[in-house]
């Protein structure tokens, strides 16, 4: 059963090691597209998570990123 307003995936952390750390979210379904990005500056973290319209997501840059399965960092 749907709720209206369901929780549908992880979450994940992303903190940027330097300025100008892209985050792109990209589309479901058959063609897979960008859908939304955010840039961050040194210092900055965002929080995201995988919905029913985001299926991965692309970090460019120097970031350190957490899942529930640990942490990597980006742009070694």
Partial sequence: MM???PV???YLVVKALENGVTIIGLTRGKDT???HSEKLDKGEVMIAQFTEHTSAMKIRGRAQVWTKHGM???GD
Avoid: R
């Fill in 8 to 10: 549908y995936g992880d």
């Fill in 33 to 35: 597209k960008f859908h």
């Fill in 72 to 74: 990597i960092e980006s």
């Fill in 3 to 5: 709720q209206e307003n």
